[in-house]
């Protein structure tokens, strides 16, 4: 299969089950809604030494927020909703709580579980603080040094999906580069997902376990997809135009919503020159229930 | 005292001791050191629910840098040197190593306590990785899919200073956090210094304990501080004209990097029409055993 | 009136007859589209002064371009079609065809009134240019030194509208300016308008004529709307508890398209703390033909 | 030669006189700063067809400026005084004087060569203006609807040079763009010189003339450093493994000015992985007295 002139390997990206909390982070201005946002999904890329999966999903104006201010959605994702309220409550706490003009609204009204997050942070207020109702939304206003932090009672979460993913190789690092850039700026717009590595974009695409170093290690560099090495690895995946790769991984709310970032990043990343082929990382079905297959991309 | 006709107040930051480990980061641009950079230190405000406290030193050209690419270094902080070592594990092997582009290198390479993080990161080279020396610096060579990753052998650190600290109060929100921002930009090019808060602002100013919640909470916002709740307080600190309060915390490898750091967020802030006093907050020289004094300031 | 607890002042804004032409720039990523996009539109503020009146519109993904790659539309507004031939010319010809990775393509494919651009770009390949046909357009593949360039044999345009304009009042400056960027945030999102001035935002609203230079100075500072004066000032339209006012200007392809933008741009503008007032700029219908009403806004 | 791995050619560019004039821009902050400089400078690469080659030269602190705020130099450069004259008043007087929070101070206090343009913009106040001394400049406060707008008496301009350069040539178009984007990172920070294309780099360097269109084409595209035609072209210059070439083309104060951003900008190129060889534009001598051999940049 090619796309504007690019290979599209027949294979899928193969996903798994996780917990997905969102949040609507509001401020004065776009700017400081999104710095609050940053801070609140840092040191958040991998659950495998992060204490969460994190990332901004998209920007909204004030016509979509209940304050009337523009705003930011954030996803936070653990494998379990114990862990999740934790950090609910210390990124929350620490990151928006703490930012300047922030406030922070339920991202998930509808869903069965949610999380008092709010009510629970309304206690920094000690005793000064008020419930209010902003949007049709029960909040509570915290006297702090900036003036009041608004925060809405209860935070949503639902069953997600962890893990879409793609792999860009080109015919070498910039070109791969620029291209991963182009497709999470085209995912950034959309509904329903992150891309929770840095700037969206993974460098360093793992295998499970390890040949060598097998009794300390659980996740290890993937050496068949390592262009440096692909003359001393005798199966290598890597083609012989290549001499980059990067890989897109998706978090989102749905697998619809993962397919349509997937291929919106696909169709992105094509059109860099020096893009030679697209694939995508899986483990022949043994690890998650989803599967997204690039045919159903392009 | 008055720096350009805004009120200086004549009293102190109180500041407490901290272990602060430094690491350079580069990457194939300087944007690309710089989302590395921010990833590692996100989710690193406050160490009372944040894993530790962290932020952007400063950024560097090439010329600076032991691989000749631009960098930027940051800090990570915490009370114990167990902790520091955990956090760097995690934060440069997560946020650093994944980064597209991004090497890490050894900030405090002087330092008596160094950790061997770029040895223990090398192993997830499974055996394919390599030892080198770049710029007189022992390091490892990673395999990866966008290409090799380097790491430098150690990462320094070192008794440092956290809390250094100064209040910009103001006609109003706006106001406070413009010269909030302009305080912020200038520390950010000084040497030795981070504002590990959002947007390096601290919204939230607070009092240590309770008054009202004083069995669950260890701390609470700062009553007397706290422009919107000023009638009801009778011992309030809020100026009359005075309705928005931005605080700038301040950690730092030396007492000298905080004054000078103090000093220049300051004369930045007072430059900001509607600022209408500065002060610092110290809890009567009981917390740490670090003062700055304002009137060392101007 | 009010909005948000902002008056709104029951006036009109009055705005007149000019020439637009609208681009669309394309480049590797959304980053390199704007590059060149804010080059073209550089030194375009006032046609009292500038050569043209000129901005970005809006940023659109891949899915809305002839070559799929990501892209910026932008306009450039003079009072006649000869000058905006001359203008589309100059600006593209040393601001576009000289930007990396750009291409540029008809913003008004309708129009009547169509400039042959691309066409007499064409002839900077020094006939190694070849026609191509992309997503349906005519355009030319120029050779250069990034590798070929890609114009659009026609570049449209039409009868337009400029000077559409609210005035946002505020306690102070900052105030003023953050509302101002808000505003400016929340218009770029919309399709048809442009805000010229820098950063999308008037600091020096002026009036027609002058009174104690009228001999030399065809425009002039309103001092009815000047703050700093206003003790002065017998007739002073400057409230008691303002400070400080920036006006919003917009240019744009219709009526309808500037109706939107000033509505969204007000709406976004009283979310601000310290805004007092919004009013508009008109001359009593003596200036141009369309009135826009701030009643119809709220 | 050869740097990091990538040839040098053993050229030189060659540059040719110019005028400068020089601007310090102060902003309430940073961002406010550059918003104007930015405006001031657009629509400026080239005088073939630009009103004049603009760019920003650096930013600099409060520490450096007459009324204590964060800055931006910027120059502006035409082949003789007269047009400069007229491009420092309308570019400042709609694109400075316009900004918000903007002030314009004499870049060159010491040039020989003084234009009055404060003084002509101060009739813009019309007659509401007064005479003030901030930091020892002569200047003007003029009032505004955003408050006071200051402008200093004189604004000073000197011969200087226009036209140094060098080529990044590389295995393909990301690869040359992410070293040029790296070279004008390096370049930003240094004094006295600007890069004055779109982001600082040229995708379309040029020869004097035409083969095909001599009779009205003065420059057009320079055919044998175009990659995409190379195998037509008998006497090409461009190297086997080269796909793409970007030029940076540096204006500034004097030839040590450029001397110096001509080193850092080549030394960051080549730390980029995928470029190949340096070299820069000349005309064999008989375009202008200043030569800058690459021999002496490492």
Known sequence: MELNGVQIE??????????????????????WALVA????????????????????????TGDETPDGRPGAYIQICTFGYKALEEQLLKRLGQCVLTAPTAAMWNGLPKAEKQFDTGF??????????????????????????????VAEHNIGAQDAVAGGNFFIMAENQMAALAAAENAVDAIALLDGTITPFPGGI?????????????????????EKFSPSIKAKIK????????????????????????????????????????????????YGGTLGPFKFHLKDMI
Chains 1, 2, 3, 4 share one sequence.
């Open 10 to 31: 027949d294979t899928f990206a193969e996903a798994f089950p996780i917990k997905i909390a969102r949040v609507l982070i509001t401020g004065a201005t776009k700017k």
């Open 37 to 60: 946002a940053q801070e609140a999904t840092g040191f958040g890329t991998s659950v495998i030494m992060c204490p969460a999966e994190a990332g901004i999903e998209k920007v909204v």
């Open 120 to 149: 629970k942070l309304k206690f920094f207020g000690d005793g000064f603080e008020s419930e209010t109702n902003i949007g049709g939304r029960k909040a509570y206003k915290i006297p702090m040094m900036q003036g009041d932090f």
């Open 202 to 222: 993974v460098a360093s695409g793992s295998k499970v376990g390890s040949i060598n170093y097998s009794k300390f290690m659980k996740a290890t560099t993937n």
């Open 235 to 282: 199966d290598t995946l890597v083609p012989a135009d290549v001499k980059a790769i990067f890989e897109i991984v998706i978090n989102g709310l749905s697998v619809e919503d993962i397919s349509r970032s997937m291929k919106a990043g696909i169709h992105a990343a094509v059109t860099v020159p020096g893009v030679k082929k697209i694939t995508a990382g899986n």
